[in-house]
């Protein structure tokens, strides 16, 4: 092979690859008509959705589901929920198929997601229609490449790190 032929051969490749790049670029953008400057939108008064159906927020267009209310925490009905807020926590699962939610009195609530459907369901070992309520202490964290683990320590146990396999249905002590 000449050193011309190898140059072309190297000349188309890098063309090759530089076309390659902008058509991804230009490519469709996930959320097309996002609102994307920096004013100051007044919130558009609604009220709250039903829980598990599907919605477009009215001032942005973003799809959103509504996850609980008031009976999700039912330890303790009628009280707060929130998220680990700190954020050392991980509450979503690498694939963003679970998620948790906290609730007052310590209890974590473990769900599934599909966000094709954008529907929340039960994990196994939950009751239809609930969460799972995790046997760790408030402040777990999914792991950032398993998305059927999830750290934590034990309630009654000393401070050291447990995990979680949702996959394996079991609780052990972490490496």
Known sequence: MSNLSKVRTLSCLFVTLLLATAVWAQSRQPYPAAKTDRRIRPETPMAPPLVNAPFRDPDF?????????ETTNFKIPGSYLRNEASGQGNIWSSDTSKFYVIGQGGYEFAFHFNPSTMK???LPGASPG???????RTGSSFSFTDPDLIYGTRPNAPTYD???????????PRN
């Open 162 to 172: 447990h995990q979680l396999s949702f996959l394996h249905r079991c609780i052990y």
């Open 120 to 122: 929340i369901s039960s």
């Open 130 to 136: 609930k969460g799972l309520v995790l046997p760790l």
């Open 61 to 69: 267009g973003s799809p959103m589901v509504r996850a609980t209310d």
